[in-house]
């Protein structure tokens, strides 16, 4: 049994990491924090009663050392980065679900989360966890860094385009629409019921700070610079995202052919489903689950692709892909506990 | 008082139409008829009790004739081309909500609706009613084709840009969303609860019918032909259109620039509500109301412009627009009814 | 013209006063104000763009004094206490929507309300406005009490019964549902939409503030004390209260009188919509309008009695009954701005 | 392993079934059938693609018989009746989940179901599957009728107080609310998306099916009639059901001495938990698991106890608990599958 610790529990994506891994046969949890909140994981999350007696502490280096074979972050962004390093340190294996590690270039991660990166030490160390793109290096990862909920949706779509072929891309537009929970517990008016219920808008349109990870990974997969245009918007759901994505080619592609690349590509994947031609992903057949629903279409005169991509956001864009990782660094079955 | 008359009593347009026109000043309804359904309007739909005592009737011409002076036709499409011409030789204005006289070649029509058109006659007679846009012609229009829902926000978001910089537009990319009203009220498992609610989907990927009325009138607008990509998708919310449109230029523009564009193109427009740069229109704003919100913003390199557009797909995408047509047409104040 | 000032335009029921007395044809909105916020009315409630060029001031009694002839006070109890009374002393008259003057027992407010009246010297001369029961009162008010939004649906539900058999009532039991709106505009966990939306629960069983409420008009409509059970619950929805009322009758009745006490009783009224028995209210014929909608059954031992009651408890269970308080204090129509 | 048949696979109840027994580890599903639809599994529900390549049949007794042990029957009621006694014939166990078996007078069934019996012999078979109060008949049951959704949360909300205190009770009233799921998956106008969202109803007021099975079970418990009010809502959220039951006493009663009945009651069950004194039950924290979570209240003068009561209704409503009540039936681990 590996021992395994969560902190960050008060968050939306620490409560699913339990709700996964206490049904997991190959790991027990063992340590349970937060930055603040403490108390009965019941109390804090009351769906947990009858299921845990685990207790939430306020995190310690030295808890955490002595009670865990691997730990998972589910902490703000810039908060990551002061543990990581001292985890690793202890010889203990660090699945960080912020995007304190996603971005290689600190003056990137700079502009874009506006604070210093604190552990460029252990940067160049961190493996993202886009499983099925990076699996062979995660076998191997002990700083594993979890990709964000929409880069997840948008690299795995266009991941078999951009590989393969790269160079018949003029541009890339990504129109992506999350659940709520998508931005976290904050209490802010502008995710109260009255405020989101019945309601749609676009945010940080062409400035979200998702872009520069979906523009980093896209050049590591093609060998090629990328400048995404990325809006996202917030749906009046609970959980899920689904990103329209506008392929502008400068050569013909039939159907079929995109089809095969995609179907070929994923053959052997089991989170990964490409629907066929004339089928539409959607939201309800992905939520709670760590699938990711890809499908395609082309337009009349071949020459723009239209991939949609749904997932949820707090399973196969954070909390599943987590355990997902884990699964892939200890030799566990990958798909234990998230099928 | 101008005696109008509604038919298509049954259908959410047909509603919204009832409820507008109950608190317009200058009007009376007087004719109230549907396709299959009979009976007092308040128990077709119960929210009229008290407000009204009209009874819907089979709908005959000769009804129709005697008792009205204007008649909305809220119909499915090619049930309005039956209709209209007769009202029209009996001298009656036709303000009609479906497709049928939107489209200019009959071949087009077939093409995207299925079915002949039987009414060649009047279709060049046909203005189309985008009311900001075309309202000299209106004032004059004895058969007022009321735009889809879709094309009006489209083509509310695009005008200023295409007419006057029409040549500088390298591509066009709308993704559209809307709320579950905009399908009527089909009775089908799609648009049941369980399948709306907490999902999300997009639907006749680059092939929804709206696709030819939005490229027809973007090149009325401009003289020139326009190819444009369109996806709808399905939001779990009654009512609202949001769009988000994205315009590749092909020279720089900057968002000062664009957004002094939008202020004087809509100065004297009531209803059509250019934000600020850095705001974005969301539904909460516009649904029940017969506004368009319109949003502006720019890519760092100034090439890729992304408009957002919402309006309520009932009011300004349907039935509030034809009433705001119809004070054109009969010269009332252009907000009777409507603010 | 009148001259109406709203004080508490940032809550949802000043919001809704403004979006009614905006077109209302015998009053002018002349002064909007409220505790902390301040500027432009369009920038706080973005709908009323293009709709109204006011600017919210900090309240100041001066400034209510000089511009307006009825004042709202759309604020949290206990505020109201202290405006009020010096607005009476300048001549205006004032229509309180806070509880503040709903009680006529200092010792029964403090219970509930935790606080000490400050302005026991008007609470007498306060009109309790619940329209239909108390108009001929109403007329004559200066200062009138708006009912709060639970006691309304109870009371316009209860009304016939109560006060024509209240002897022959052995219990009622009131089991309410309301939207979140009626919370106001709180920023909340609770209140925020993951915990909300997809979710339903009841909160102060037994202990909900509006029960003395209901209680003391009961009383004052029977002549017979009552000691009611009153349990609210939180609906996912914006707005809407639905209240499932059961009777305990000590003798028989039929649900063809029972039906006709009703229909007699609001044979005049406008607002109140007795259905016929087997129909049910439903929220979505309410909401946004001033209706109650009521419907009466009967068990087969003709001795229980369930009343269903729903209203919009932000129109008719506040801002619109407002209104009408307006309409019939001032001798104007009475459903001007409302239907 | 066991070999488990699902007849019903196109509804709800059919579906949750598998979604569950496919994470089963003492069973295989190895039959699926329906009575008109055919094809493959992840056709019919996509949420199962790369989870199973079932394919559903039309039913036939010979299959069912070749290839199952136990079958699931996730049919409408008076279906049902006319399966179960041929597959019992053949040795095989029956689990039951619509309203057949439920009700021990024919005469009962027949007013309530508008249908006659079909299978009187095996009536008196059945084993009434409310595990946690009839568990030792249970585990000898070869006929196993599972409870409705709402006498489920009704029941077990009610059996610590009338099993044990039967005599003190004067009334009871079950005011429930239920999600959309709740209906099935009926394709009606009433449960279209704009009619069930943003409202609220009662339904069937004290005349749903369910009242009948209610008070039989509560007779059973107490040895005493009862003639329960019972009145249903549709809430508008997927699934959950909510009851605030309201229990009048000819005896008083305090809050400790009522919550330490209940505790105790249910000491030792996992799937029932007992909220502190002060605490309510919320459906987002049983959506989606076996668990019913009950709060407790009394009134100021002790006399009237309010009861919440909440659970999945397609979960511990129907298929989750028919999967606990074949836990039992085979003397697997109870919780197997469903925590």
Same mark, same amino acid.
């Given at each position: 049994?590996?021992? *395994?610790?969560?902190? $960050? ?14 049904? /997991? ?29 685990? !207790? ?14 691997? #730990?998972?972050?589910?902490?703000? /962004? ?41 552990? #460029? ?14 699996? +062979?290096? =995660? ?23 951009? +590989? =393969?072929? $790269?160079?018949? =891309? ?34 940080? #349109? ?13 050049? +590591? ?9 990325? !809006?996202? /918007? ?12 506008? *392929? ?8 079929? +052919?995109? /089809? ?13 489903? *490409? ?18 629903? =890809? $499908? ?8 723009? #692709? ?32 998230? *099928?």
């Amino acid at each position: 049994m590996v021992r *395994v610790g969560i902190v $960050g529990i008060s968050g939306f994506s620490g409560k699913v990491l339990l709700d996964i891994l206490l049904n /997991h046969k190959d790991v027990r949890v063992t340590y349970v924090a937060a930055h603040s909140t403490t108390g009965r994981v019941d109390v804090i999350w009351p769906e947990f009663k009858n299921r845990t007696d685990l !207790v939430c502490e306020k995190y310690t280096l030295d808890a955490a050392t002595a009670q865990c074979d691997v #730990v998972f972050l589910a902490l703000p /962004h810039t908060e990551s980065m002061n543990i990581a390093g001292k985890l690793l340190a202890a010889g203990k294996k660090v699945i960080d679900l912020s995007a304190d590690y996603r971005l290689k270039k600190i003056s990137v991660y700079k502009k874009w989360y506006h604070a210093d990166h604190k552990d #460029v030490k252990n940067l160049p160390k961190a493996v993202y966890g886009l499983c099925e793109i990076y699996r +062979s290096k =995660i076998k191997k990862a002990k700083l594993l860094s979890n990709p964000g909920c929409y880069p997840t949706a948008a690299l795995l779509a266009l991941a078999p385009l951009v +590989s =393969i072929h $790269g160079e018949k =891309i003029a541009s890339i537009t990504i129109d992506a629409k999350s659940g709520v929970s998508g931005a976290g517990k904050k209490v802010a008016e502008a995710f109260m019921f009255p405020f989101v219920n019945e309601n749609f808008k676009a945010y940080r #349109v062409l400035s979200h700070q998702h872009t520069p990870e979906i523009s980093q990974y896209l050049s +590591s997969m093609s060998g090629k610079t990328w400048d995404v245009n990325f !809006v996202p /918007h917030l749906l009046p759901v609970d959980s899920g995202i689904l990103e329209t994505i506008y *392929v502008q080619l400068n050569a013909k592609m039939t159907d079929a +052919s995109l /089809h095969l690349l995609y179907k070929k590509f994923y053959k052997t994947e089991t989170f990964v489903r *490409v629907l066929d031609i004339g089928q539409q992903p959607e939201l309800r057949n992905v939520v709670r689950t760590n699938f990711c629903d =890809i $499908g395609l279409a082309i337009s009349e005169n071949r020459k723009m #692709v239209v991939i949609t991509s749904a997932i949820d956001n707090l399973v196969k864009g954070a909390s599943g892909q987590a355990v997902q990782n884990m699964n892939i660094m200890y030799g566990f079955n990958e798909t234990e506990g998230l *099928v």
